[in-house]
């Protein structure tokens, strides 16, 4: 499997005898399994002289096998202490245990202490950073998922839109997007759906509820859906009815911020510069305090993963890497207007995978 040769690489690369890896989207994107252990212990780990193997409930094995992992699978019950079997079945290897590399940014203080309690000869180091660019840079299988995870996206905004009537609620909108997505055989939401009206519209984060549309709403979807693993994440900001003048501004400042970061994109732009981009012409426009969040983050496995698109971020751009542009304007006085799209880097510019209009779709109803 090519995800465990790149760990094996690093591990010699590093002078580092084993790697465990922890975090369920991790496991999946090394090991092609995918599970919520919830409280049990799940997770893969790595020799650089040795076969690896996945350790999780006992009861997960039979799934795990299906899912084509062909090494060992260790497996935990409920009652035995899953940090002992997996000590049990390291020391197995026979092999160096002596530097490890493990997920700092996941394990517990608690499952932290385990480990050194476990291999007491051994030293810990980050694998994290490792993770994270294995994951930046997609391969062209992953970009076919992606894409399809995008084009359900798509769909869902436009189901959203053909809900839209004076009277329902947010969540009745809510609950017809997600029954089409699960007709349509999507695994599941990326995240959960966000249907806000109104003056809801205003907060970044806000909670879909039993707010009637009325006419002279904006109505702001944000959604994702999940496909064979991978994610989407697409926003939409559309009118009930027409749109008041300043509405109308706030929209077209928010679409030609969100076109400037687009058009930006390509292999060695640093990401910072994406996010002045737009927020420069949302500054100019005179909404810049209104935009409180950053421009964007990356997309596969997981809905928020590396790199951030922030204005400090010095990372420069490669060829398939994978993330959103989602610039917004909050004003609480009018409304909010976000627009998000999921971008790959190209070899000379930019795909973007979410491909539902965004000029200012009018509703009448």
Not at 64 to 89: C, I, M, N, P, R
Not at 208 to 218: A, H, T, V
Request: aromatic share 8%; net charge negative; with cysteine.
């Amino acid at each position: 499997m090519k995800k465990i040769d790149d760990i094996q690489q690093f591990l010699l690369d590093e002078n580092l005898d084993a790697a465990f890896i922890t975090t369920p989207d991790n496991v999946f994107y090394v090991s092609g399994f995918k599970s919520e252990p919830h409280e049990r212990v799940l997770g893969v780990m790595v020799f650089k002289e040795a076969e690896p193997f996945v350790i999780c409930p006992l009861m997960e094995v039979p799934d795990l096998k299906a899912s084509g992992w062909t090494f060992e699978a260790v497996g935990h019950q409920d009652t035995e202490d899953a940090w002992e079997v997996l000590a049990t079945a390291a020391f197995k290897r026979n092999v160096p245990l002596q530097k490890i590399a493990v997920e700092k940014s996941h394990l517990t203080v608690e499952r932290m202490e385990r480990m050194v309690e476990l291999f007491e000869d051994a030293t810990f180091s980050r694998l994290d950073e490792k993770l994270n660019s294995l994951r930046n840079i997609k391969s062209e299988d992953e970009l076919v998922k992606l894409r399809k995870a995008a084009e359900l996206a798509d769909y869902a905004i436009e189901v959203g839109c053909k809900e839209i009537a004076e009277g329902k609620t947010e969540l009745e909108i809510l609950m017809a997007i997600e029954f089409e997505m699960k007709r349509k055989g999507a695994e599941k939401m990326s995240f959960d759906t966000m249907v806000l009206s109104g003056p809801k519209t205003a907060s970044p984060h806000g909670k879909p509820g039993d707010r009637k549309i009325q006419k002279g709403d904006f109505i702001l979807f944000d959604l994702g859906v999940v496909y064979e693993g991978y994610c989407s994440d697409i926003t939409r900001t559309v009118a009930f009815g027409e749109p008041s003048e300043k509405q109308r501004e706030i929209y077209e400042t928010v679409r030609k911020a969100e076109q400037a970061a687009i058009d930006l994109v390509r292999p060695g732009v640093k990401a910072r510069d994406l996010d002045k981009a737009a927020r420069d012409v949302i500054t100019d426009a005179g909404y810049g305090e209104y935009f409180t969040h950053r421009l964007g983050h990356g997309l596969g496995i997981s809905v928020h993963e590396f790199p951030s698109i922030t204005g400090t971020n010095d990372l420069e751009l490669q060829e398939g890497m994978v993330f959103t542009i989602e610039p917004g304007i909050y004003n609480p006085e009018i409304t909010g207007v976000r627009i998000e799209d999921d971008v790959v880097v190209t070899a000379d510019g930019v795909e973007v995978l979410t491909k539902f209009p965004k000029e200012l779709k009018i509703i009448q109803g």
